[in-house]
T-cell receptor
Framework: GAVVSQHPSRVICKSGTSVKIECRSL??????MFWYRQFPKQSLMLMAT?????????EQGVEKDKFLINHASLTLSTLTVTSAHPEDSSFYIC??????????????FGEGSWLTVV | SQELEQSPQSLIVQEGKNLTINCTSS?????LYWYKQKYGEGLIFLMM?????EEKSHEKITAKLDEKKQQSSLHITASQPSHAGIYLC????????????FGKGTLLTVNP
């Protein structure tokens, strides 16, 4: 079963409103989670690194005031798209790794969330 | 500039044919991940390569990492329609946070 869960899987919101997407680690505590965005037929673009108990680290070109990230607990990171516009419509996906596992090949991705702004 | 280059960007093959997808990094990698995805769905982990010269196989898919740890290839033997999808290589630069950055992806179509 999934070890990283995202919610909602699909959301439609009106232009100008804000929408929150959750990313949860189900069986482990994740001090770090990552948020990606994917455009149609394109690859995943890393948006930011979500750090538990501290500010997120944003990639170049990503507006931190537009995409608010909160990592208030060891199992939950949230991405809030503020004042959403149609161009924010996209597929958003998060990932996390179990820090208790030594191997590096245990990065888990969520199922992704479709955001449509109308 | 794109640190991780994938080629080709798209590929159409006839069922049964072999194919290769390449992933080249401008910097030495700590590790290289290969994933498969249907657009708009989650990622399916294929394999991770960490040692120079390493080669791994899973069913009909083989991936190799060169000795310099800057280039990887993914080879599919006797392709099937089920292999169709987006193949993504992800670069692990090392460090404690396990951040992955991805190439642009290769869209594979397998015609029956």
């Amino acid at each position: 079963g999934a070890v990283v869960s995202q919610h909602p899987s699909r959301v439609i919101c009106k232009s100008g409103t804000s929408v929150k997407i959750e990313c949860r680690s189900l069986d482990f505590q994740a001090t770090t989670m990552f948020w990606y965005r994917q455009f149609p037929k394109q690859s995943l673009m890393l948006m930011a690194t979500s750090n538990e108990g501290s500010k997120a680290t944003y990639e170049q070109g990503v507006e931190k005031d537009k995409f608010l990230i909160n990592h208030a607990s060891l199992t939950l990171s949230t991405l809030t798209v503020t004042s959403a516009h149609p161009e924010d419509s996209s597929f958003y996906i998060c990932s996390a790794r179990d820090p208790q596992v030594e191997q590096r090949d245990t990065i888990y991705f969520g199922e992704g969330s479709w955001l449509t702004v109308v | 500039s794109q640190e991780l280059e994938q080629s080709p960007q798209s590929l159409i093959v006839q069922e049964g044919k072999n194919l290769t997808i390449n992933c080249t990094s401008s910097k030495t990698l700590y590790g290289l991940y290969w994933y498969k995805q249907k657009y708009g769905e989650g990622l399916i982990f294929l394999m991770m390569l960490q040692k120079g010269g390493e080669e791994k196989s899973h069913e009909k898919i083989t991936a190799k990492l060169d000795e310099k740890k800057q280039q990887s290839s993914l080879h599919i033997t006797a392709s099937q329609p089920s292999h169709a999808g987006i193949y993504l290589c992800g670069a692990d630069r090392g460090g404690s946070n396990y951040k992955l950055t991805f190439g642009k992806g290769t869209l594979l179509t397998v015609n029956p």
